[in-house]
C-alpha cells in the first residue's frame, strides 16, 4: 500500500502528517518563526510512530503556497532535500485548497471562499467547489485588496458558501460586505476551526493528485508565491 508524508509551513500553523491508507498520524502547531526547528522532529516523530523510514514512502507531499515566503521556502527545501535524499516524487498542493479541503472535512462543506491574511493589506484569495469529493478551484488564485475578492461568474443567490482562512478574521466587514455585494442573498458561513491549512488536508489532496499522475521531479518544485518579489532558488549544485 502506497505512502505518502505531506509538510505544510506555509503560513504561522506548522505541520506533518503521514498518510498509508485510512491511517493518519499527524503533528502541528501554530508556531510563528519556529518553522526551521519544528519541521524536522515532526517529520521524525511520525515515521517513528509509524514504524517508517523514508525510503518506503510513494512520494512527499509540500505546499506550494500562498503564503509567508519564508515559511514557503522552509517546507519546500525540506520537502526537495528529502527527497532528492532518496528519489522520491514531490507533489504540490496549495494551502488555500488545503483550507478548502478542511471546510469538506469538518462541515461538509461544497463552495468555499478561502482568505488568508497576506499582509500589506491584501489576502491570498482563492474560490473552491466540491467534485467526487475533492476541492477543485473554480476561477484562478490571487492576491488582491479585500475590496477586490470576488465570487464566481456561476455563483446565484442563496447559494451556500463557507468562509475559512485569517482573512476573514482580519477583514470579516470587508470581505461580507464585498460578496454580499455581487449576491445580496447568498448564504454566507464560517467554517468554524479552519484558520489556517492543515498537513492532514494536503494529505488528502496529494494522495488524488498521485493517482492523477501529477507527481514531479524534486528538481522541478516551485512554489507559488502569487506575488512576485520573490524568486524561488534550487538547493545549492541542483
Known amino acids: 500500500m502506497k505512502a505518502f508524508l505531506a509538510i505544510d509551513s506555509a503560513t504561522e500553523y506548522c505541520s506533518v502528517a503521514l498518510g498509508q491508507g485510512a491511517d493518519v498520524i499527524s503533528r502541528g502547531a501554530e508556531l510563528p518563526r519556529q518553522h526551521s526547528q519544528a519541521l524536522l522532529p515532526y517529520i521524525d516523530e511520525v515515521l517513528a510512530e509509524a514504524g517508517f523510514s523514508l525510503d518506503q514512502l510513494s512520494a512527499i507531499i509540500v505546499s506550494q503556497g500562498p503564503g509567508s515566503f519564508t515559511g514557503v521556502r522552509i517546507g519546500a527545501s525540506m520537502a526537495q532535500g528529502l527527497a532528492f535524499s532518496q528519489d522520491l516524487p514531490l507533489i504540490q498542493v496549495s494551502t488555500l485548497a488545503a483550507m478548502a479541503q478542511a471546510s469538506y472535512r469538518l462541515h461538509q462543506a461544497k463552495q468555499v471562499l478561502a482568505a488568508i491574511d497576506a499582509r500589506m493589506s491584501e489576502v491570498y484569495w482563492g474560490t473552491y467547489g466540491l467534485q467526487n469529493g475533492l476541492?477543485?478551484?473554480?476561477?484562478?488564485?490571487?492576491?488582491?485588496?479585500?475590496?477586490?475578492?470576488?465570487?464566481?461568474?456561476?455563483?446565484?443567490?442563496?447559494?451556500?458558501?463557507?468562509?475559512?482562512?485569517?482573512?476573514?478574521?482580519?477583514?470579516?466587514?470587508?470581505?461580507?460586505?464585498?460578496?454580499?455585494?455581487?449576491?445580496?442573498?447568498?448564504?454566507?458561513?464560517?467554517?468554524?476551526?479552519?484558520?489556517?491549512?492543515?498537513?492532514?488536508?494536503?494529505?488528502?489532496?496529494?494522495?488524488?493528485?498521485?493517482?492523477?499522475?501529477?507527481?514531479?521531479?524534486?528538481?522541478?518544485?516551485?512554489?507559488?508565491?502569487?506575488?512576485?518579489?520573490?524568486?524561488?532558488?534550487?538547493?545549492?549544485?541542483?
Open 135 to 238: 476541492m477543485q478551484a473554480i476561477d484562478e488564485e490571487r492576491v488582491c485588496a479585500p475590496e477586490q475578492v470576488s465570487l464566481p461568474a456561476s455563483a446565484r443567490q442563496k447559494d451556500l458558501w463557507f468562509s475559512c482562512g485569517t482573512g476573514w478574521e482580519t477583514y470579516p466587514q470587508v470581505l461580507s460586505d464585498r460578496i454580499k455585494a455581487q449576491c445580496a442573498e447568498i448564504d454566507l458561513r464560517p467554517a468554524n476551526g479552519v484558520r489556517l491549512p492543515h498537513a492532514i488536508d494536503m494529505l488528502s489532496l496529494g494522495e488524488v493528485y498521485f493517482a492523477q499522475g501529477r507527481a514531479i521531479a524534486a528538481e522541478d518544485l516551485s512554489p507559488h508565491y502569487l506575488r512576485n518579489e520573490v524568486t524561488w532558488q534550487k538547493l545549492p549544485g541542483r
